[in-house]
């Protein structure tokens, strides 16, 4: 079974390790944010200006002011902070930052990332994700393995236009975990009920498979 | 003390003119500087290069001057949720430059602090590298960013006095802290203006000497993009 991204964001959390600081990039990575251990203290950075982000507010309790790099309204927790947004990016380049998670449309062999334009069909903009790509030391990319046609997104080499090169350490898709070496993307884990066969046959970069490989846990 | 209030948003923007480089502080629709943007529809000024880390939304924000075609160029890292942006950027209409946010945010801030450029890796490998002077420093490739050069900057605080200093609120401080004192001339609109000596020298996160024009907007609606909330159970 495929994972769902409610499932991808559980086995991205388990990498969430104590006193990090986080950024989360907005889709699959945001529900991270949820599945979290409650044992661990963890602050999460959005780049438009605040650390220490908490949940949602409550209905009738939403601040115009108080956004997340998402646009959604938020809270904050208990030594939280603002800043401007060069603020922000200082201590992002400066890598105070330990672990940014993030989507992409591609991600090839070699750690490059594809994940703001379309040529000719889609050109929102890069927001943050440069900055956060070229700097972050940990990048763990959230995203489906095949896109809707069932074409690898996990390639040889990037097709659309590149976010950031040789940046990606991790990727957790629907069928797998992955890490990016030298050679290609090395399997970690399998989705449960998901063979190796699957993962060969969804993933076009060059995949290394060493002895067994374990299924994921999820919870 | 050295006197910035001006009575009003068509004061305070009366001079600018057809064809100048405005930077707009704000992300998204937060902390944007919504009286005075009113006042440039208003002011059928064209030809407008804007610097802006966000466009509006169709109805609201700079969507507003989009609508009325007085935008000839945007720099913006992010242009999403505006259907009439992306028409206009499609056919040509509008010229775009997206620009990485922290780099956005650090073009702002070194012509604030007069810096005339700097080097970032943010970019590096990328089309946005292109045409750029590439060096390495510790190991790592990085590219030359130059810093904004604008006409304007049209900044939005929560509080403001009479000397211009201003205190933001929340994450409404973004991108308006960065261009305060980029621009030849910085306008600065505030949801209160008090008297100078009324706010605390020791809160003040920019000073004074950033702004050259005060007002207090006549209305801010603070419209919410995302309005995400959760139940009290």
């Known amino acids: 079974m495929a994972l ?3 499932d991808i964001a559980k086995r991205i959390a388990k990498e969430v390790k104590d006193k990090y600081f986080v950024n989360l990039g907005i889709g699959i990575p945001t529900l991270v944010a949820n599945y979290v251990r409650e044992d661990i203290s963890v602050e999460f950075q959005s780049e438009n200006g605040v650390l ?3 949940p949602f507010p409550f209905e009738g309790e939403e601040d115009a002011d108080v956004i997340n790099a998402g646009k959604q309204t938020i809270t904050t927790l208990p030594g939280a902070s ?11 380049r400066s890598q105070k930052v330990d672990l940014t998670i993030l989507g992409a449309m591609e ?7 594809a994940n703001w334009k379309i040529p000719g069909k889609m050109v929102k903009g890069m927001g943050g994700a440069m900055d956060l790509v070229a700097s972050a030391e940990n990048i763990i990319v959230a995203m489906m393995h095949v896109n809707k046609a069932g074409e690898s997104k996990l ?8 976010t950031g090169v040789g940046c990606v350490k991790k990727v957790v898709t629907e069928l797998a975990v992955l890490e990016i070496v030298p050679e290609g993307f090395k399997l970690l884990e399998r989705a449960p009920g998901v063979s190796v066969e699957d993962i060969k046959k969804a993933t076009e970069g060059n995949l290394i498979i060493e002895g067994t490989i374990p299924e994921m846990v999820i919870n | 003390m050295i006197n910035k209030k001006v009575a009003s948003v068509s004061d305070a923007l009366k ?12 992300f998204g629709l937060c902390g944007i500087p919504e009286n005075s943007i009113a006042e440039l529809v208003k002011l059928e000024v064209t030809d407008l290069t804007c610097i802006s880390n966000n466009a509006g939304v169709d109805d609201f ?15 913006s890292s992010y242009v999403g949720e505006n259907a009439e942006f992306e028409r206009q950027m499609l056919s040509g209409e509008l010229e775009v430059e997206l620009t990485p946010q922290g780099t956005l945010a650090e073009k702002c801030r070194a012509a604030q602090a007069g810096i005339p450029a700097f080097f970032t890796p943010a970019g590096y490998g990328t089309e946005v590298a292109e045409g750029k002077e590439a060096r390495e420093f ?18 939005k605080a929560w509080k403001g006095d009479e000397a211009g200093n201003l205190i933001f609120k929340g994450t409404a401080r973004n991108f308006n802290a960065c261009m305060a004192g980029a621009a030849k001339i910085t306008i600065a609109e505030v949801e209160e203006l008090v008297p100078a000596g009324v706010l605390d020298p020791n809160q003040i996160h920019i000073p004074g000497i950033m702004v050259q024009r005060i007002f207090q907007g006549e209305k801010f609606e603070k419209r919410i993009e995302q309005r995400t909330v959760r139940q009290k159970n």
């Open chain 1, 4 to 6: 769902t991204k409610e």
């Open chain 1, 52 to 54: 220490g982000m908490g």
């Open chain 1, 82 to 92: 603002f800043f401007d947004s060069a603020f922000s990016f200082g201590m992002i």
């Open chain 1, 107 to 113: 991600v090839s062999e070699n750690g490059d990332i």
């Open chain 1, 155 to 162: 390639l040889k080499r990037c097709s659309l236009p590149l």
């Open chain 2, 15 to 26: 001079d600018i003119q057809n064809g100048q480089t405005i930077m707009l502080g704000g």
């Open chain 2, 61 to 75: 924000g700079l969507g507003l001057l989009l609508q009325k075609r007085q935008i000839k160029k945007m720099i």
């Open chain 2, 138 to 155: 510790n190991g790592k490739m990085h590219i030359m960013e130059e810093a904004f050069k604008a006409d304007f900057s049209i900044v």
